[in-house]
DNA sequence: GGAGTAATTTAGATCGTTCCAAAAGACAAG
DNA sequence: CTTGTCTTTTGGAACGATCTAAATTACTCC
């Protein structure tokens, strides 16, 4: 039962070659004949034969796989974007290793560390909250290109995928004050992210540009969760002068804060004007739709891995900061009308 | 800029000492003398030492990587699953490969060639959908240890972890029959797969066991997905004969039952009795709150990777199907009384 | 048939670690 | 001072691929 492996010198022997001719075929190379090239095949398939990309990757110090580093996967929006950068990734020939964070930085010194060791050629990372620049400077002086995405770190002089936070609050909360709104909040978010600056940064700029003054009590921070998008709801419809529409940190807000409000008894879309930020897939289908700043987080994942595919292949790139745009998606939860909900779902 | 890749060689040079014995304070032996261990250590330090797992593994063939190859990442059951996994094979010292097939078993046979030729020492898979076990051979024919989790495959002779799906589907029609429904339907899943099958026949045998038939028309098959969901819903609702009830195949699907329900301007929970299977944190803090089948995919996730561990521990352990219990976790979509909702939002 | 060129093939060193067997040192007992 | 027992340390051969430079074969054209 306990099989001996298979390797180059076992295949070179069964098809009457050297193993360097073997390794030629392996690696596709043009040089070695058609006849001997379809002998070493065959001899491959028979014995079953199976790369070791550890002894390859030994010699030729490249290692066809990336890292990617994120800090919530529990959280639709990451789950995305990993997906995104998995399938370019694939289809580039490399394989990725996922590690989760769980937003612990500890964790991510850790697996970054580990990522290293198994000497992946290039990092994309999400970072967790609170990661300095002087976190990633071991790994960023080690030369491996690494790509920052969603939340990028000043200082910490690699590239950086992002979404345009700033101008994307704007078009909503815009989009809010042309409905008549006058007392729009914004509500969720940890207040010590980037994301959160950016987008809130937006959304005065925009109230400002509309002559609307800001009060503090309508900027209600919570988990950028669900639950969250509850509590900051609650709050909210506790103050004297209540808002009639809110701007919320990401879509999970967003969609707890319908669920706050139909625990009020308030229909979301018609009683108060919900706007989320991300667009996730749900954003779509829920009831009512969520109109949302769309970032289109799997377009975001595949983009960066070209971003980072490129910096791998051109050894040494400097580092850039992309910012991606985005785009209001009006749906029925700011108050548009609401008769063809149904037919928006998608087959 | 190009730095010189720092080996052991350089710091048993830099420690006075030879490579074996940097080698052995590497991987922690108490053979070796504090002092010179001491020395050793600040040497790596010093020099900024990154292991090379490649060439560690090209010559002691176990790996520290484990693969898991998940058939769905974006559907949050998978991703809590994955972060299960990767919880506690990270405590173990191992790093996890994670790939996503998006139910394409082309794309599922790559990856899990590509995982092999990376020498993991273990795999969890999520199968996709229609995969047979003839698709898995090559891989349980190579000895590496494989966990099937949450779809088994009948005849691949290989470890597996379901849940009850049989038992959560008997307990959910029960409860519903109890609180007086009588035309309950069955709404959403894809009728090929193994989980599909089991949750039907606890749907058929608990209406049986109540002495009701099984009218064909109220079994309502859609993709497992919040869209899916909101179209069974509307055909459902289109019977002449119109089911009060349902359970349906996930939460995915119970939640896009609920968003039809409302576009019918029907209350879940009031006018109709919804219940989900999986229990995946949304469904705690949806309003309603969710009923449903608790399955604690993340859980499910840190057994797969415990049973995982154990065999690649055990070098060869025979395969043995686990299946975890199922409870049914009771909210306010099933007609509960509602007073308390708000309440139970976690902090 | 031989020179020149192009197309294939190959031996052998090499990558950075671990393992084995054996050597070296330290110490106690006779 | 030898011998024996422990504790530490070490040289050198693996592991399975790739790479370089050189060797071999095949072909073309006088």
Do not use: W
């Amino acid at each position: 039962m306990a099989k001996e492996r298979v390797t180059v010198v076992d295949i070179a022997r069964a098809a009457g070659v050297s193993k360097s001719t073997v390794s030629l075929v392996l690696q596709g190379s043009r040089l070695v004949n058609e006849v001997t090239r379809a002998k070493v095949n065959a001899s491959i398939r028979e014995l079953g034969y199976v790369y070791n990309r550890s002894a390859a990757n030994l010699r030729q110090a490249k290692s066809k796989i990336i890292g990617i580093v994120v800090n919530d996967l529990t959280n639709g929006f990451f789950a995305e974007l990993a997906v995104g950068v998995d399938a370019v990734v694939q289809s580039a020939g490399f394989v990725q290793f996922l590690a989760n964070t769980g937003e612990r930085i500890e964790r991510q010194r850790e697996v970054i560390a580990s990522m290293r060791e198994h000497g992946v050629s290039g990092l994309i990372v999400s970072p967790a909250r609170g990661t300095q620049a002087a976190d990633l400077a071991p790994l960023v002086a080690s030369g491996i290109p690494v790509v920052l995405v969603v939340r990028d770190i000043a200082g910490a002089g690699v590239s950086s995928l992002t979404s345009d936070n700033h101008a994307g609050a704007v078009a909503a909360v815009r989009h809010l004050v042309e409905r008549g709104h006058r007392r729009i909040a914004f509500l969720g978010g940890f207040a010590d992210t980037a994301v959160f600056e950016a987008r809130m940064r937006g959304y005065r700029d925009a109230l400002g540009e509309a002559g609307l003054d800001v009060p503090e009590e309508l900027v209600i921070g919570s988990a950028p969760s669900r639950a969250g998008g509850v509590t900051a709801i609650e709050q909210a419809m506790m103050l004297k002068e209540r808002p009639t529409a809110a701007l919320c940190f990401n879509d999970a807000v967003a969609f707890g804060v319908c669920d706050g409000l139909r625990a009020r008894r308030l229909e979301p879309g018609a009683d108060f004007a919900v706007i989320g930020f991300d667009d996730v897939i749900e954003a779509k289908t829920a009831v009512p739709a969520l109109t949302t700043v769309s970032v289109d987080p799997q377009g975001m994942g595949e983009r960066a891995a070209e971003l980072l595919l490129k910096q791998i292949g051109a050894g040494q790139a400097d580092a850039q900061a992309i910012v991606s745009p985005v785009r209001l998606v009006v749906r029925q939860s700011c108050g548009a009308p609401i008769e063809h909900r149904v037919k928006e779902v998608s087959p």
